[in-house]
């Protein structure tokens, strides 16, 4: 792993209506690193992403991207330099998953054809998350999970720098969550991608991400190493769970059961 910032924020305030959402957000993000992000339902994730990727404007503050500011990208540099997977709802796509992932090329296909490195790139972007064998399937026929490998697909095939993903794992099961998270992992090492991901399982963020970044209420309470920040006393400030963290003899890696808040154990003696 290199040390090139790839994803800078500084000092990001945002309002929506003048009701602050964001504020004051600083850190940054090293080329290849996978970062989770963590934080409770309406913390801000979603907007924060939406900001780095130029859909929303900081009421203050500067995003930079390889250590460039967002607003001096043209649109087709920009597609080649970070791609978004948002959360899916209601998408009705009626083209084949080829053709819909096929639309992440366009920042690099010329206008008049497709080629056959553009035809690769697609191919090998539905091999990485394992939806080869969807290819020829109507996106609005397929299962939840299945259109989610097929939405990362489209931003692999985009061939960007960087990756933001909104809950990316949401619609899977476990094997095919750990599947895509071990494919994204893969990215960033082999390719040097920068992933910048929304998830909410602790569990899987201690085995699969370098960094984290924890939102609450619009504020960052903490950005470090997995094994600083996801720690049980941070995960109940953040979410309110107690959770129970102990060590997988095999790995070391820091693992969690949470304790039931609402206290629902039925005593069955
Ligand atoms: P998260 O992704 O962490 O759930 P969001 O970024 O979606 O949080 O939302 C943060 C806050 O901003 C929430 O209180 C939400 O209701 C509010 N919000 C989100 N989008 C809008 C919008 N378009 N207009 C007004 N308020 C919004």
Redesign the pocket.
């Known amino acids: 792993m290199n040390h090139r910032i790839a994803i800078q924020a500084q000092e990001l305030c945002f309002s929506?209506?003048n009701?602050p959402?964001l504020k004051d957000i600083s850190f940054s993000i090293g080329a290849g690193e996978l970062v989770a992000l963590i934080?409770?339902?309406?913390?801000?994730?979603?907007?924060?992403l939406r900001i780095l990727l130029g859909q929303l404007r900081p009421s203050a503050g500067e995003v930079l991207l390889d250590n460039r500011r967002l607003q001096t990208y043209a649109p087709k540099q920009l597609a080649k330099t970070i791609s978004y997977v948002s959360q899916q709802t209601g998408l009705n796509f009626p083209l084949t998953a080829f053709e819909l992932v096929s639309l992440g090329r366009f920042p690099h296909a010329s206008r008049f054809s497709f080629s056959s490195a553009d035809s690769l790139a697609v191919q090998r972007a539905l091999g990485a998350t394992h939806a080869l064998h969807l290819s020829e399937r109507n996106f609005t026929r397929l299962s939840g999970g299945e259109q989610q490998k097929v939405l990362i697909a489209r931003a692999l095939a985009q061939s960007a720098s960087i990756l933001l993903l909104d809950e990316p794992t949401v619609h899977l099961d476990l094997y095919h969550q750990l599947q895509i998270l071990s494919a994204l992992k893969r990215q960033c090492v082999e390719q040097q991608t920068t992933i910048l991901s929304?998830l909410h399982d602790v569990n899987l963020i201690s085995l699969f991400a370098d960094k984290a970044l924890l939102?609450g209420s619009g504020q960052l309470r903490g950005c470090g190493p997995v094994a600083e920040v996801i720690t049980a006393t941070n995960i109940k400030e953040l979410l309110g769970v107690d959770m129970k963290a102990a060590e997988d003899p095999e790995t070391g890696l820091r693992f969690f059961i949470p304790r039931d808040p609402f206290r629902s154990r039925v005593d069955r003696t």
């Open positions: 929506y209506e009701e959402v934080g409770p339902n309406g913390s801000g994730k979603t907007t924060l929304v939102l």
